[in-house]
């Protein structure tokens, strides 16, 4: 099991920027790869962006591909989604998980997950 705990949301303009961080604890985090999702209002869980084990493979939502960046360091048990251009739609409590598998790229894919942040963007 993986202990997960998101931080770096908060309230941003239009146009702005923020990075979330995600703290893994629990499993080696080297062994399995890491994703962002969102959940904004009235909508269901969405992916984000998904990042393999050691960092060499990524995967984005369309929605955000060209303007959010998934990295890990895994030094530090630590993923990272740094948001820029930041759109109001992108207002939504993204949430930190853990896969069951070194590479993963879908909700199914994802066993653990954090608590969830806040992030609101104002137009």
């Known amino acids: 099991q993986v202990q997960l705990v998101e931080s770096g949301g908060g309230l941003v303009q239009a146009g702005g920027s923020l990075r979330l961080s995600c703290a893994a604890s629990?499993?080696?985090?080297?062994?399995?790869?890491m994703g962002w999702f969102r959940q904004g209002p009235g909508k269901e869980r969405e992916f984000v962006a998904a990042?393999?084990?050691?960092?060499?493979?990524?995967y984005y939502a369309d929605s955000v591909k060209g303007r959010f960046t998934i990295s890990r360091d895994n030094a530090q048990n630590t993923v990272y989604l740094q948001m820029n251009g930041l759109k109001a739609e992108d207002t939504a409590v993204y949430y930190c998980a853990a896969a069951n598998s070194r590479v993963a790229g879908s909700q199914t894919d994802f066993g653990s997950w954090g608590q969830g942040t806040q992030v609101t963007v104002s137009s």
């Open positions: 629990g499993r080696t985090f080297s062994s399995y790869a």
């Open positions: 990042i393999s084990w050691i960092g060499r493979v990524t």
